[in-house]
């Protein structure tokens, strides 16, 4: 968990050396983006640079600092988009209103597609059978990318990245459904030594 605001600080590379010793696949969650001076952009450079990882976005925020209401999975392209519970009453009793699933919204668009693009390459860089259909033109479908960024995942070649704001409650569900689909089962890694 990074701070949307700070980037990664040193009890994050503390941590992140710690998984790196042992083995342990991970993803990123950038926290607190409703706050002042919060950057998704300038917070995945800082993983990258840092700490030495291959991040790969799969959610796109919708606004930022105080205007932050939501993310856009760049997979589906669905996005979970959280009205003010000031305005619309917080079902859920913490301060958050339950999420509505929409389409990206037109405004980000082309960011949407910019990220996708950027996120697919990575993913289909790490599956040479994704990469050969891939450079042949086929469009790879969400249930392989999935597949190959939990791959991936496990194999600690990337790190997926999700933000949102759990003081909140928005972007939590997806992240609890990317701790599903990406990370292993014990099953999936051997046991620790």
């Known amino acids: 968990v990074f701070d949307g605001k700070e980037g990664v ?3 994050s590379e503390q941590v992140w050396r710690q998984a790196a010793k042992y083995d342990v696949p991970r993803i990123c969650f950038v926290n607190k983006m409703d706050r002042v001076g919060a950057s998704f952009e300038r917070t995945i450079e ?3 640079r840092r700490l030495k990882a291959n991040p790969v976005p799969v959610q796109l925020p919708i606004g930022e600092e105080a205007g932050f209401n939501g993310v856009v999975d760049l997979i589906t392209g669905q996005a979970w988009v959280y009205h003010d519970s000031r305005t619309n009453g917080a079902r859920n009793g913490n301060g958050s209103s339950d999420p509505e699933l929409v389409d990206c919204p037109t405004e980000l668009e082309d960011s949407f597609r910019q990220f996708r693009q950027a996120m697919i390459e990575k993913i289909v860089e790490t599956d040479e059978s994704l990469l050969i259909r891939y450079l042949e033109g086929e469009i790879i479908g969400d249930e392989d ?4 960024l939990r791959n991936a ?4 070649s990337l790190v ?3 933000c949102g704001s759990a003081v909140a409650n928005k972007g939590i569900q997806p992240l609890l459904n990317a701790i599903v689909d990406f990370l292993p089962s014990p099953a999936d890694v051997p046991p620790v030594e």
């Open 9 to 11: 600080e040193p009890q």
């Open 46 to 48: 800082s993983v990258r």
């Open 145 to 148: 990318l999935r597949a190959a």
């Open 153 to 156: 995942t496990i194999e600690r």
């Open 160 to 162: 997926p990245v999700l």
